[in-house]
């Protein structure tokens, strides 16, 4: 019997994580977590970004954060049903979309018209 590839199992396990907790790490309440985004958000350079690209967006604590930033932006995490949280949590900013995918194998040549790509763990 041969094991499932990695990928599918860690993404069942972000699934499940998301399924049965509204926010497992806690990203969107816990102090620490928003001090890290806030953080992350201020070493951003000055000015305005055209489109950025958030990596594993979680339930899109971070994503609320870099919005006033950008033009677009496009929140992916693997896990569908994180998309499903931070869709909900972010239902209120028009220039964010969200997509299920993992990075790299999901990304497409047009990552490279990027202005901005951030990745933050909780």
């Not at 990695?6 to 998301?18: E, I, K, L, P, V």
């Not at 972010?90 to 979309?97: I, M, Y």
Request: charged share 20%; proline share 4%; hydrophobic share 40%.
């Amino acid at each position: 019997m041969s094991a499932a590839p990695r990928t599918s199992m860690s993404t069942a396990h972000f699934d499940q994580a998301y399924r049965v907790r509204t926010d497992p790490w806690g990203t969107l309440h816990k102090t620490c977590a928003r001090e890290k985004f806030t953080d992350t958000v201020s070493l951003l350079p000055a000015g305005r970004f055209g489109s950025a690209l958030e990596i594993g967006c979680g339930v899109g604590a971070l994503t609320r954060l870099l919005e006033p930033h950008c033009d677009s932006v496009l929140a992916t995490d693997c896990s569908g049903a994180a998309i499903e949280q931070a869709r909900s949590n972010c239902a209120d900013l028009g220039n964010v979309s969200f997509a299920t995918l993992r990075v790299p194998e999901g990304l497409s040549c047009q990552s490279a018209d990027l202005d901005l790509v951030v990745t933050a763990s909780a």
